[in-house]
């Protein structure tokens, strides 16, 4: 700010030199934060998708278990809970995954529920550093259902 003085008046002009760079500063630092938002929000949504896929496997790995006893007599076709959360449990391992495995009481559906975290890239800069991520999935035993009719 230059201040000039003549003739019982005083003048003011201000420079304004530098300002565009506070402008840009400002505008960079709310970019990199939108860009920031969007590549963790996406990555955390591929996160979720993937647990959603892994508990879905492992859903349908426990599945395979039936209870032979009550399968060969023809009383019933029912997953053995033991056995298939067992198999559940083992593919949860086999690709790192940590969960849960619940059987029915009628042993005809299986619900698995996979727990994990996204480790985020941008967000560390605001604190935080990891997201929660969880998928589910339930497989159903079907047993004597006609596949539909094609065209």
Excluded: W
């Amino acid at each position: 700010m230059i201040f000039q003085q003549g003739r019982g008046r005083r003048r003011v002009r201000f420079d304004d030199r530098g300002g565009i760079t506070v402008f840009v500063a400002v505008c960079v630092v709310a970019l990199l934060g939108i860009v920031g938002v969007a590549v963790d929000g996406g990555g955390k949504m591929r996160a979720t998708e993937r647990a959603d896929f892994i508990a879905g496997e492992a859903a349908r790995a426990g599945g395979q278990a039936i209870d032979p006893a009550q399968a060969i007599t023809g009383e019933a076709v029912v997953v053995d809970p033991q056995d298939a959360q067992a198999a559940a449990q083992e593919y949860l391992r086999s690709v790192d995954a940590a969960g849960t495995v619940t059987a029915s009481a009628d042993g005809k559906t299986l619900t698995v529920t996979v727990n994990g975290s996204y480790d985020t890239k941008f967000l560390p800069v605001i604190g935080i550093g990891s997201m929660p991520v969880t998928g589910h999935a339930t497989a159903t035993l079907l047993h004597g259902v006609a596949a539909p009719e094609g065209p």
